[in-house]
């Protein structure tokens, strides 16, 4: 009996201390962290008087961010790691990840390839690629390329023909045949107006498709060995910074290696023993599923990187990613972070929160509120609607309570993306004012019956439930109208109950924008012909004027005017249709404070076409 | 017994066509439709015609109705082929795939076995023989505690406390190092965690019936010392049932581990069946389901075949 109670005794004890130990633990220390000088100049705040059918007195307030860049950190010897070696966690890349068309231009594996244009922090195309120069014709048409005195990474030298047939590589699998296979969305689509590759993407060019070949261009030209010039069908502005985002140049002999051979999705020509490299990087190993190493490219241009090997660890669940690297075991957390969760509770974290290295911008959260029919084919209905939702409560509302680093986001484009910065500022959505909502809806044309019409919501899944309840409730309360939330599935979008369409997560990263939206513009012009296609409901076909704008703008795309038109296109949207763009969702990636001179940019996180790139990445002890 | 065995290898076939032909067919009705999908991926302007989907519908032999696409599976499958996946980038065969998860997912899922055996069967024995005391009800409510907790969320927690607060294990696991690796001890302890309470509650009943038998009565009443009592006769003969059970653990434990392979990024056979149900992946599923179904059996088969050897008065053959 005795012996018993000892032994209770003594467990209860050892519980009681183990609770206390691991309550009493101390948290790890937040480390030194480096802070990026931003200066933030919030300049003007004046009084705009808005004439319309009266005026209205509207407070709009001007803010203008400069980004300071931080200075590189020359490495000092006395604080330099004796081990140079970056260990990256990301999520699963597959082996046709590591291609030069099919690769993700926002990860680690662009440090294979090198570009035939490099760019800057801020997009705009600079000499850090494999051209050195470069000449535009007068006409927009033709671009010359120089190019440096490169070499592979097995020593040979990158010639001009080198670049025409990695081209050629990239068109040809933008052929339909393969289009969509083994990962592959052809990256180099987006330069379909370089002459005969729009006619290869169709699939209406007279050639048959085969893998691990070179299409024929007749818009590319080799002048000599460092001379290469592409022919553009129209002038168009963004053809550097597309070139800069899409195109890497690979070794021909290996991609034509590959023909005949058998790949699983574990390997791919380019994890082929004896492949050669164009960037800084070469690939050592690659492990299916598991990571892969790289290791420098002696014969790199650049600087040679003071990194001696990069370890990438591929782990898609998200708490062990970060336990692993609050842990301290990595260098680099290398995902795409979406609020509310895990972004926000990084935000609050004292020691992850310093180490977000870019607050970046990648989606936007966008919903189209048009359809041809009643009661939304009436302009004063769709702008009371949208002066009725307030759009800071919302995006609260959709990100439990938070809004830190959410911002809204006045058209379809991101604010970090430097692109057609002088139409967009005056862009401006209707702003959220129920009275001025009730005056707008009493103009009507469906007068007092309107409160007894329905105005449908579709919810297509349950991560949109929260978003049309919390819509359902501000349009019931500051309007009264009477809203009704639809799940089911309707096979007819050209008949009642017409529901009200919300088209969320749009991504638009590209320096074009056009590119990304220019699915948008073809729906909104498209007729409401095809019941069972969603897109029937965002025809704003029974809008002439908008209609032509539109098709000027779709008309316009890559040409100099396209900034004035996409200008007047979403300031048009926002004035008469109900056009709701409530917000940005950031995306951040963790770089430890003992890894120096690790750049991420913000809008497309590419790491590594600016000066410096990584090659300045240094890792002091710690 | 070898008479045994071949009639129970062949009472298997039907089971597997049962398995097989309602995963098949739910299927092809519930998993959205393969040739819209290749047709949208395949078109480079995200054009759907119906010329294409036509043509990819006849490729793909969807055109042919599901009781022949299905007897056209089932033919190709005995001769060791079970498809292609269509989703998975690279479009590997479903046997290579499960080539490459399964032996990942066997070592981890021998590991975990190994834990639930040398946790489970002692703290079931020793809630048994201290049954109704602070220590038997400490066992049980712990354990019950333990494998409550769905392991999606004990993995963090697990991560947490043993590597992040306690530094017990000096690295977070990821990735498939070996079944000798320390790596391995969380994944499967997580993996285990799960059958340990039924282990434990089977072994606890079962040794207080056997405590109960008059056999064990006459064993103390002769003056042999308690840990002899419980060590050589109430051990052996509880072990019966809990073999069972362990058999059942077992199939589980290798190709039920969806989870904790994804949680720590292990090529295994439950991330590659959990990345095809995500990507809608029917081939791939199907495919692991038929070898899901198959270590269900064959484990019953080995416990039917222990049970003769730990009780003789079993006759298999009979």
Known sequence: ?622 | MIRYIIRRLITMIPLLVIITSLTYMLGQYGAGDLAAYLTLRSSPDGKFTLEAYERIRKELGLDKPPLIRYADWLFKAVQGDLGQSYILPGQPSVMYLIKSGFPVSLQLGLVALMIVIVIGLPLGVAAAVLHNTFIDYLIVGSSTVLSSIPSFALAPIALIIFVLELKILKTVPIGWHGIFSEQVILPAFVLAAGPLLGVIRYTRASVLETLSQEYIRSARAKGLPERWVILRHVIKNSMVPIITVLGLIASGLVSGSIFVEQIFNLPGFGSITARALQMGDLQTVTGTLLISGLVVMFSNLLVDLCYGMLDPRVRLNE
């Open chain 1, 1 to 622: 009996m005795l012996k018993e109670r000892i032994l209770k005794l003594l467990i209860i004890s050892i519980l009681i201390i183990t609770l206390v130990g691991v309550a009493c633990t101390p948290q790890v220390a937040t480390p030194a962290v480096i802070k990026e000088t931003v200066e933030v100049e919030k300049v003007v705040k004046e009084t705009v008087e808005v004439e319309k059918e009266k005026i209205v007195e509207q407070t709009v307030v001007v803010e203008k961010t400069v980004v300071v860049e931080k200075e590189i950190e020359a490495p000092i010897e006395s604080e330099m790691s004796a081990v140079q070696e970056l260990r990256i966690l990301a999520s699963t890349r597959t082996a046709t990840q590591l291609d030069i068309v099919t690769w993700g231009h926002t990860s680690e594996i662009t440090w294979l390839w090198a570009p035939l244009v490099g760019q800057d922090i801020n997009f705009v195309p600079d000499d850090s690629g494999l051209a050195e120069s470069w000449e535009i014709s007068d006409d927009g048409l033709i671009y010359t390329f120089h190019l440096r005195d490169a070499k592979f990474s097995d020593g040979t030298p990158i010639t001009a023909n080198d670049v025409a047939w990695s081209f050629g590589y990239g068109a040809m699998m933008c052929h339909p045949d393969y289009f969509g296979k083994r990962g592959n969305y052809a990256t180099l689509s987006r330069l379909n107006m370089v002459k005969g590759l729009k006619e290869i993407c169709d699939g209406t060019a007279d050639l048959e498709f085969k893998l691990f070949e070179a299409a024929p261009l007749e818009g590319v030209k080799v002048i000599d060995d460092k001379t290469i010039q592409f022919e553009l069908t129209y002038a168009y502005k963004f053809f550097l910074e597309i070139m800069a985002q899409q195109f890497r140049v690979g070794k021909p002999e290996n991609i034509m290696a590959g023909q005949g051979k058998e790949y699983t999705e574990d390997n791919w020509w380019a994890t082929d023993p004896g492949t050669a490299y164009s960037g800084p990087y070469k690939l050592e190993s690659f492990s299916p599923g598991q990571g892969y190493i790289m290791v420098p490219n002696e014969y790199w241009w650049g600087d040679a990187p003071i990194i001696q090997k990069i370890l990438v660890t591929f782990v898609d669940d998200m708490n062990t990613a970060l336990a692993a690297f609050r842990n301290k075991e990595y260098d680099v957390f290398n995902y795409l972070l979406y609020p509310p969760q895990p972004y926000f509770e990084m935000l609050h974290d004292p020691y992850l929160a310093p180490l977000m290295q870019s607050k970046g911008e990648s989606f936007v959260k966008m919903h189209l509120w048009f359809t041809p029919y009643q009661p939304m084919d009436d302009v004063h209905v769709r702008r009371a609607i949208a002066m009725a939702i307030d759009r800071d409560n919302l995006i609260k509302i959709l990100n439990g309570g938070e809004s830190d680093g959410v911002t809204p986001t006045e058209g379809w484009f991101v604010n970090s993306i430097k692109s057609c910065m002088e139409q967009r500022k005056d862009v401006k959505q209707l702003a959220f004012d129920p009275e001025a909502a009730k005056e707008e809806l009493a103009l009507s044309k469906y007068g007092d019956a309107i409160f007894n019409m329905e105005i449908n919501i579709q919810q297509f899944s349950t991560n949109d439930a929260v978003l049309v309840q919390a819509v359902q409730k501000m349009l019931q309360d500051n309007l009264g109208l009477k809203v009704v939330i639809r799940t089911e599935q309707i096979p007819d979008w050209t008949n009642p109950p017409y529901p009200v369409h919300i088209w969320p997560n749009l991504q638009g990263t590209s320096i074009d924008p056009t590119q990304d939206f220019n699915v948008v513009l073809t729906a909104m012009i498209s007729e409401p012909s095809e019941p069972d296609k969603i897109y029937s409901l965002v025809s704003m076909n029974y809008e002439p004027e908008f209609l032509a704008l539109m098709n000027k703008a779709i008309a316009n795309i890559g040409s100099d005017d396209v900034c004035n038109d996409v200008g007047e296109v979403w300031k048009q949207w926002n004035e008469r249709a109900i056009t709701y763009v409530y917000g940005i969702n950031p995306f951040a990636y963790l770089v430890q404070p003992w890894v120096h001179n690790y750049r991420v940019r913000a809008g497309d996180g590419n790491q590594l076409w600016m000066k410096p790139g990584i090659e300045a990445v240094w890792i002091s002890i710690h």
